[in-house]
């Protein structure tokens, strides 16, 4: 099993849930988070005033997959998140080494 986590735009949220649904992902966790990377935030002017917008929005998207879905995944997140313009985001793939749903104690890819 694998752990997929993808930082993403905001405003992808919503293609990048519609495609993980249609290929039957069961289950995302995503959090509002705030961060920058090469672009290191952005210049704004309000009112006149310049100002440095160090953390940009983004979401985190966390999923775990079988390691036989786990490329279809990325490349579906990838695919569906891309504008081709700086800041969209990266995509990381960590291995897992146990799952247990709480509620019944499965455990692996049953718990999934």
Known sequence: MKKIEAIIQPFKLEPVKDALHKMSV???????VKGFGRQKGIREVY???EYQVDF???V???VVAPDDKVESIVKTITDQAR???IGDGKIFVYPVAEVIR???GETGDAAV
């Open 47 to 49: 009112r006149g005033m």
């Open 102 to 104: 709480i509620r019944t």
């Open 56 to 58: 940009l929005p983004k």
């Open 60 to 62: 985190k998207i966390e």
């Open 83 to 85: 504008t081709g313009r």
């Open 26 to 32: 069961q289950g995302m966790t995503v959090t509002e």
